[in-house]
C-alpha cells in the first residue's frame, strides 16, 4: 500500500538554525498538510497545501515557517530561525481529491530537537 | 472555542472484551469525523470516517457512531486484542477554510490485557 514518507526520522539543530523538513506524500494525492505534536501533547494542524499555495494555516504557522513543493513529488517545511518551542514531531500528511470525501494518510514523523 | 475531549486516562480491558472509547466536543459543527490510531513514535493512521448524517459506520471489529446532538462520537473494537493496544485519536473536520485541516482530541490510550 502507497504510503506517505518524511525524512529524517531525527533532526538535531542548534536554536537559531534553519532546518528544512521532508516529505514524499502518496503520488495521485492532491492535498498536502503539515501537523506537529509536541511530547505528550495532541497533534496540531499547522498548514494545509493545494494546487500550489496554501490553503489554510494555524497561528503557529508564523513568519518563521514556510512551506514548498518544488518539484511535484518532495513537499517540504522549512523552519528559518528555530525556537526552543519548536522541538516537537512533525507529521506530514497527504490526501487524494474525489468526489468522496477521503481521509489523510499520515508519514511517520520527524523528530525535530532544538539545543 | 472549539473543544475535544476523550478521556485522558488509559483504558484497560481484557482481551475478548469490547472497548468502548468517547470522544465529546463542543463550540463545532463537523462535517466529518474520523478516528485514527497511534502507536509510541509513529504518526496517526486512519481507521473510519463517519459523516455528520451517518449514525453508524462498521469495518471489521470497528465500530463508530456519530451523534451530532449530543455532541459525540463512540468507537468499540470488539473481540478486543493484545495487538489493538495504542493511543487512539479522534479527529473533527468541519470543511473550513478549504483546507479541511483536522482538529485532533489527545486521544485515549488502549491497553488490552491477556
Known amino acids: 500500500e502507497p504510503e506517505v514518507t518524511q525524512t529524517p526520522s531525527h533532526q538535531v539543530t542548534q536554536m537559531g538554525q534553519e532546518v528544512i523538513l521532508r516529505c514524499v506524500p502518496i503520488s495521485n494525492h492532491l492535498y498536502f498538510y503539515w501537523y506537529r505534536q509536541i511530547l505528550g501533547q495532541k497533534v496540531e494542524f499547522l498548514v494545509s497545501?493545494?494546487?500550489?499555495?496554501?490553503?489554510?494555516k494555524s497561528e503557529i504557522f508564523d513568519d518563521q515557517f514556510s512551506v514548498e513543493r518544488p518539484d511535484g513529488s518532495n513537499f517540504t517545511l522549512k523552519i528559518r530561525s528555530t525556537k526552543l518551542e519548536d522541538s516537537a514531531m512533525y507529521f506530514c500528511a497527504s490526501r487524494a481529491s474525489t468526489g468522496k470525501r477521503q481521509p489523510q494518510h499520515f508519514g511517520d514523523g520527524t523528530r525535530l530537537s532544538i539545543l | 472555542s472549539q473543544k475535544i475531549e476523550q478521556n485522558s486516562e488509559a483504558l484497560n480491558i481484557q482481551e475478548g472484551k469490547t472497548a468502548t472509547l468517547t470522544c465529546n466536543y463542543t463550540?463545532?459543527?463537523?462535517?466529518?469525523l474520523q478516528w485514527y490510531r497511534q502507536d509510541p513514535g509513529r504518526g496517526p493512521v486512519f481507521l473510519l470516517l463517519i459523516r455528520e448524517n451517518e449514525k453508524e459506520k462498521r469495518k471489521e471489529r470497528l465500530k463508530v457512531t456519530f451523534d451530532t446532538t449530543l455532541k459525540q462520537s463512540l468507537f468499540h473494537i470488539t473481540a478486543s486484542q493484545p495487538a489493538d493496544s495504542a493511543t487512539y485519536l479522534c479527529?473533527?473536520?468541519?470543511?473550513?477554510?478549504?483546507?479541511?485541516?483536522?482538529?485532533f482530541g489527545t486521544g485515549t490510550q488502549l491497553k488490552v490485557e491477556l
Open positions: 479527529a473533527l473536520d468541519g470543511l473550513t477554510g478549504g483546507g479541511n485541516k483536522l482538529t
Open positions: 463550540n463545532y459543527s463537523p462535517a466529518y
Open positions: 497545501f493545494y494546487n500550489n499555495e496554501i490553503s489554510e
